[in-house]
């Protein structure tokens, strides 16, 4: 038997065990999923899979999911095709169920990888770019505020608008006194289409108020080098899609990041809050002009 015709077998057989598992305990606001594992974090609950097309939820890209399940996310691994099971709430994308198709297939090279992104107690990657005004904004102006940054694009059709609807939760649990204190960077993962007007629109669409709020565009290779420092992924992959974790990071006063949230489910606007509360203590005072 022939290697494509093994292959097809195994795919077809595969498909069949999925569906018997499935069997019994099907939700119907899931969906079934096809793609390749290509990295895994326990500590995050996260798989990252280039999927195909998910009829009725997303198109073909490379993003993070979160995995509830600790003993279905240890039987992941790269280099897996996986049929696999996705729950959206509204709140977060889960994969609950997956059957590995075939194992040890190779990654791409450029894919994101949690063990990438960067990390906590090390200075934040500087950048310089321009934000929904057309006005420059560089990190080093940020000195002396908390900054809560995060990476999105206006096209998203997945965790984007989560993601912002959950830092706009944030900016509207902060008191006066410390709004004074954070500033909310969104950094544009399509700089090609998401011009200053995108990016203003974008933000009076998801309920960001901008006047501690900035989302940032610019050049491309200036946007994909700020990206790739944080370890997001790239810009734009040769397809047209957007390779990309769902990462939030918070950064102190001093520039140096103390707290990164990976995922949706890892995020609570709540304690973020709180979190931020407490950072602020450790801030000089601001004079009123602040």
Same mark, same amino acid.
């Given at each position: 038997?022939?290697?494509?015709?093994?292959?097809?077998?195994?795919?077809?057989?595969?498909?069949?065990?999925?569906?018997?598992?499935?069997?019994?305990?099907?939700?119907?606001?899931?969906?079934?999923?096809?793609?390749?594992?290509?990295?895994?974090?326990?500590?995050?609950?996260?798989?990252?899979?280039?999927?195909?097309?998910?009829?009725?939820?997303?198109?073909?890209?490379?993003?993070?999911?979160?995995?509830?399940?600790?003993?279905?996310?240890?039987?992941?691994?790269? +280099?897996?095709? =996986?049929?696999? $099971? /996705?729950? *959206?709430?509204?709140? #977060?994308?889960?994969? @609950?169920?997956? &059957?590995?198709?075939?194992?040890?297939?190779?990654?791409?090279?450029?894919?994101?990888?949690?063990?990438?992104?960067?990390?906590?107690?090390?200075?934040?990657?500087?950048?310089?770019?321009?934000?929904?005004?057309?006005?420059?904004?560089?990190?080093?102006?940020?000195?002396?505020?908390?900054?809560?940054?995060?990476?999105?694009?206006?096209?998203?059709?997945?965790?984007?608008?989560?993601?912002?609807?959950?830092?706009?939760?944030?900016?509207?649990?902060? +008191?006066?006194? =410390?709004?004074? $204190? /954070?500033? *909310?960077?969104?950094? #544009?993962?399509?700089? @090609?289409?998401? &011009?200053?007007?995108?990016?203003?629109?974008?933000?009076?669409?998801?309920?960001?108020?901008?006047?501690?709020?900035?989302?940032?565009?610019?050049?491309?290779?200036?946007?994909?080098?700020?990206?790739?420092?944080?370890?997001?992924?790239?810009?734009?992959?040769?397809?047209?899609?957007?390779?990309?974790?769902?990462?939030?990071?918070?950064?102190?006063?001093?520039?140096?990041?103390?707290?990164?949230?990976?995922?949706?489910?890892?995020?609570?606007?709540?304690?973020?809050?709180?979190?931020?509360?407490?950072?602020?203590?450790?801030?000089?005072?601001?004079?009123?002009?602040?």
């Amino acid at each position: 038997m022939g290697s494509r015709t093994r292959l097809r077998t195994g795919v077809a057989v595969a498909g069949l065990l999925f569906a018997a598992l499935a069997c019994g305990c099907r939700d119907d606001d899931g969906y079934d999923a096809h793609g390749v594992v290509q990295d895994v974090n326990p500590q995050y609950g996260q798989v990252v899979i280039a999927h195909e097309d998910i009829p009725g939820l997303m198109p073909a890209m490379t993003m993070s999911f979160d995995v509830p399940d600790a003993e279905l996310l240890a039987r992941l691994a790269p +280099g897996q095709s =996986l049929h696999f $099971r /996705v729950v *959206f709430d509204g709140r #977060s994308y889960r994969v @609950v169920s997956a &059957t590995v198709l075939e194992a040890g297939l190779a990654t791409a090279p450029d894919a994101p990888r949690v063990s990438e992104a960067a990390a906590e107690q090390e200075p934040a990657p500087p950048f310089e770019l321009v934000d929904q005004n057309a006005s420059t904004l560089s990190l080093e102006d940020l000195r002396g505020k908390l900054v809560l940054l995060d990476f999105i694009y206006t096209s998203c059709p997945g965790p984007c608008p989560i993601l912002t609807g959950l830092h706009v939760s944030v900016q509207r649990l902060l +008191g006066p006194a =410390l709004r004074r $204190r /954070v500033h *909310f960077v969104s950094v #544009s993962l399509d700089p @090609v289409r998401d &011009t200053p007007a995108a990016l203003r629109e974008y933000a009076r669409k998801r309920g960001a108020e901008l006047s501690n709020w900035s989302f940032l565009t610019g050049p491309p290779d200036e946007v994909d080098a700020v990206i790739r420092a944080y370890g997001i992924g790239s810009s734009r992959q040769p397809d047209g899609t957007i390779a990309h974790l769902v990462a939030s990071f918070v950064i102190d006063g001093e520039g140096r990041i103390v707290q990164r949230h990976i995922g949706l489910e890892d995020f609570d606007p709540a304690r973020v809050r709180d979190d931020l509360e407490k950072l602020a203590r450790s801030l000089p005072p601001m004079d009123e002009s602040g």
